[in-house]
C-alpha cells in the first residue's frame, strides 16, 4: 500500500501439553515452547511494528515460587528486543553449566518463560501514544491463582464508554478509559464473581482451605465467564487470554471480523492471528488447521483437552476484505488465490483505459504489498492476449509461415520492474518544503524501461489517502515520459471509516469522500452535504440500533467513474506531463475474488455492527464541524 496505514494487531497462543522432558528428548530442546513462540511472532511481524509483549504460565508450581512471567517492548525491533531479554536471563541462568539444559525441571522451578502455557502480541498503534504500558498482553494480579489473568487481542470496541459505565455501575473504578483495560477488567469482575461462588460452595462442603484453590481450578467455567464478559461488546475482536491456574482461551467476534486460526494435537494446542505461521512454525498441513468460529471460543482446560464452545450467537458472516487484500500475509493458499483474482478482475477496465494496445503498455506494480495482485493482472493479460493470438490463428490460418507464427506467438503483456522503494526517508528536517522534497524520493524508478509513446500501468493494492501518490509516486514516473499513467487498486474505493481496528477513522482523510465533496460542490449541489448533517444530528442520542447510514447520500449523485475520474485529479501533481487515470476494483468482483470475507464496510457503508453505524454519523459531524478528531 503506498499510504502507509496503522492496522490490525497479532496474536500467538501455545499450550504444551506433554511434560517438558517429552519436548527434550523428542525435539531437543526443553525451551521448545519459547523457541514455537519465537516463529508465531516472527512470523506476523506485518501485524505489529509498534510494540511486542510475551507472558509465560507455568502448571502447578507450589507456593512461594513464581508462576508468571511477561516481558513487554516498545523497542523499535519489538520482537527481537523480547527474545534477546528472555534469552539473556536463561543464558545468565544457567552460566557456564550447559548441563542444566539438559535438566527441565530446573528450568522450570528457576528461569523465567520456562513453562507450558504462553502468549504473545504484536503491536499496532491506532490512536495515543507507543508507551511500554499500551503493550499487551495485560495482566491482572491476584493472590488467588485463579483469580490472575492474562489478555491479548487485535480488537477494537465501538462503545467503550457504555462498557466504562458498566464497570462503573458495578462498583468498580477503572484506572483509565480503554477498551484493553474495560474488557480486562470486564472479564476479570466474572471471573472473581465465579471464584467467589466456588469458595462459597466447596467451603459448605468442608472442604480444606488449603484444597480449595485446586478445587476452584477444576471446576471453573471458562464459557460462562465469557458469555458474561461479552454480553454488550461492540466491535471486532479476536483475542486471547490466560488464566493464572492454566486454562486458557482464544475468542473470536460474532461477524467474525477479525481473524483467528489454531491447531490442536497430542502435543500441543496452538493459536495465531494467520494460518500459515502455524503451517510453518509447525509443518502441519493446510487441511489440519481450524478456523475458530466466528462468536465462539477455543477454550484450553488445564489438563490439556480443547473444545469450541457458542460465547454469542453468530451473526451474518462478515469477516474482513482487507484482511485478504492487505493485511495479512500472502502465502496463505487462500489469499495467494484471491489476490490473483483480484487482480485479473480489474483487467477489462484496464484494458479500455489503453485501448486495448499491449503493444505500448508497460505493467508494473508499487511495492510491496501489490506483488501478488500484480502477478493476476499479468495473467488476466495473458489470457487475453492468447484469445487475440487464436483469433489471428484461425483468420490467416493459410497465410501463416513459421517466421510470422513465431512473431505472433511472442506476443506478450510487457512487465517491468518500475518502482523500487528506498530506505524509510527520517522527518527530521522541519520546514515543510524540504519535509516534502525528502518524501517525494521514498520510491525511485528504473529508467528507460517505457518509451515516450507507452502507457504505464501500476498496481497498488487500495488507495486510501493518495498522499504518497501524489507527493512522490507519480512524480516520478512521470519522470519516465509516459503519455499515460494508470494507477489501479486492487481494494474498491474506500469510503467509510473503519472502527474495528484499522487507523481509518476520519472521513476527511479519504481521497474518495474528498472527491465526491467536490463533485458535490462544483455540481451546485451544496445542500446534500447540508442535508447529510442535519440528517446525521437528529440522530445523535438515537439508540445505536437505529441509526442510518445517511453518509452514502453524499456519493449517490455521482457514478464509481465519475469518482474516480475525480480523484485522478486531486492527486495528479501539478506540472505533471503524463495524464493520470485511476482505476478501482468494483464491489461485485471484490465479492467474488473473496467469497468468505464479505466485510466491506470501508467501501459500501454497510457495518457489521450497530456502533459502526454511531461511528460512521459521528465521523460525518466531526468533518462538517471541522474537528479533526476520532469518531470513537
Not at 365 to 392: Q, W
Not at 395 to 413: M, T, V, Y
Not at 494 to 511: E, H, N, Q, T
Amino acid at each position: 500500500m503506498s499510504d502507509a496505514i496503522k492496522h490490525e494487531c497479532g496474536i500467538a497462543l501455545i499450550r504444551l501439553k506433554k511434560p517438558l522432558d517429552y519436548y527434550l528428548e523428542k525435539y531437543g530442546t526443553a525451551l521448545y515452547g519459547v523457541n514455537k513462540m519465537y516463529l508465531l511472532m516472527e512470523k506476523q511481524h506485518n501485524r505489529g511494528q509498534d510494540g511486542a509483549g510475551l507472558a509465560n504460565i507455568k502448571l502447578d508450581m507450589p507456593p512461594g515460587t513464581r508462576y508468571i512471567s511477561r516481558y513487554r517492548s516498545n523497542d523499535k525491533t519489538p520482537i527481537q528486543d523480547l527474545f534477546q531479554r528472555v534469552n539473556q536471563r536463561i543464558h545468565e541462568g544457567i552460566g557456564d553449566d550447559r548441563e542444566k539444559l539438559q535438566n527441565p525441571a530446573w528450568l522450570k522451578e528457576n528461569l523465567p518463560f520456562v513453562g507450558e502455557l504462553y502468549l504473545g502480541h504484536l503491536r499496532y498503534g491506532t490512536y495515543g501514544g507507543n508507551s511500554i504500558e499500551q503493550c499487551h498482553p495485560f495482566l491482572r494480579q491476584n493472590n488467588w491463582v485463579s483469580r490472575n489473568l492474562i489478555l491479548a487481542g487485535n480488537f477494537n470496541m465501538t462503545n467503550v464508554d457504555e462498557l466504562f459505565n458498566h464497570l462503573v455501575d458495578l462498583g468498580q473504578h477503572p484506572k483509565e478509559k480503554a477498551d484493553t483495560v474495560t474488557i480486562l477488567e470486564k472479564i476479570g469482575h466474572f471471573l472473581d464473581e465465579q471464584n467467589e461462588k466456588l469458595y462459597r460452595k466447596f467451603k459448605k462442603q468442608g472442604i480444606a482451605k488449603k484444597d480449595v484453590s485446586q478445587r476452584i481450578a477444576d471446576e471453573i467455567n471458562i464459557a460462562k465467564i465469557l458469555r458474561k464478559s461479552a454480553k454488550k461488546w461492540d466491535g471486532g475482536y479476536a483475542m486471547a487470554g490466560l488464566f493464572g491456574h492454566g486454562d486458557a482461551f482464544v475468542l473470536r467476534d460474532p461477524s467474525g471480523i477479525r481473524p483467528a486460526f489454531f491447531y490442536d494435537d497430542d502435543e500441543i494446542t496452538v493459536a495465531a492471528s494467520e494460518r500459515p505461521v502455524i503451517q510453518t512454525a509447525f509443518n502441519v498441513p493446510f487441511k489440519e488447521i481450524k478456523e475458530v468460529k466466528p462468536g465462539h471460543a477455543l477454550i484450553i482446560k488445564k489438563n490439556g483437552s480443547t473444545s469450541l464452545k457458542e460465547i454469542r450467537k453468530p451473526l451474518p458472516r462478515m469477516a474482513c476484505s482487507f484482511e485478504r487484500i492487505y493485511f495479512s500475509r500472502g502465502n496463505d493458499s487462500d489469499i495467494y488465490r484471491e489476490r490473483i483474482q483480484l487482480g485479473q478482475r480489474v483487467c477489462p477496465a484496464i484494458l479500455n483505459e489503453v485501448d486495448h494496445d499491449l503493444k505500448h503498455t508497460v505493467f508494473s506494480f508499487i511495492p510491496n504489498t501489490a506483488e501478488i495482485s500484480f502477478y493476476g493482472m499479468v495473467k488476466g493479460m495473458e489470457s487475453y492476449l492468447n484469445h487475440v493470438k487464436r483469433d489471428k490463428i484461425l483468420k490467416h490460418e493459410g497465410e501463416l509461415d513459421a517466421s510470422k507464427l513465431d512473431e505472433l506467438l511472442s506476443i506478450r503483456p510487457r512487465v517491468e520492474k518500475i518502482a523500487w522503494k528506498d530506505v524509510k526517508m527520517r522527518t527530521f528536517i522541519t520546514e515543510d518544503s524540504s519535509r516534502d522534497d525528502l518524501v517525494s524520493h521514498v520510491y525511485d524508478i528504473t529508467y528507460e524501461t517505457v518509451k515516450k509513446d507507452d502507457n504505464l500501468v501500476v498496481i497498488d493494492d487500495s488507495i486510501v489517502r493518495g498522499t504518497t501518490l501524489r507527493q512522490s509516486i507519480l512524480k516520478i514516473l512521470d519522470r519516465l515520459n509516459p503519455k499515460k499513467i494508470v494507477v489501479v487498486s486492487s481494494a474498491p474505493q474506500i469510503r467509510y471509516p473503519d472502527c474495528y481496528g484499522i487507523d481509518m477513522a476520519k472521513l476527511g482523510d479519504f481521497v474518495a469522500f474528498r472527491a465526491a465533496i467536490s463533485l458535490l460542490k462544483e455540481s451546485g449541489l451544496d445542500n446534500v452535504i447540508d442535508n447529510v448533517y442535519e440528517k446525521c444530528q437528529a440522530q445523535k442520542h438515537l439508540p445505536d440500533e437505529e441509526i442510518q447510514n445517511f453518509v452514502k447520500d453524499i456519493y449517490a449523485p455521482f457514478s464509481a467513474e465519475q469518482i474516480s475520474d475525480k480523484i485522478a485529479q486531486l492527486l495528479t501533481p501539478p506540472d505533471m506531463k503524463a495524464e493520470v487515470k485511476i482505476i478501482f476494483q468494483k464491489i461485485e468482483d471484490l465479492h467474488e475474488a473473496c467469497p468468505n470475507n464479505l466485510g466491506d464496510w470501508y467501501f459500501t457503508g454497510n457495518f457489521p455492527t450497530p456502533g459502526g453505524m454511531r461511528v460512521v454519523n459521528r465521523a460525518f459531524l466531526n468533518f462538517y464541524e471541522g474537528k479533526n478528531v476520532r469518531a470513537y
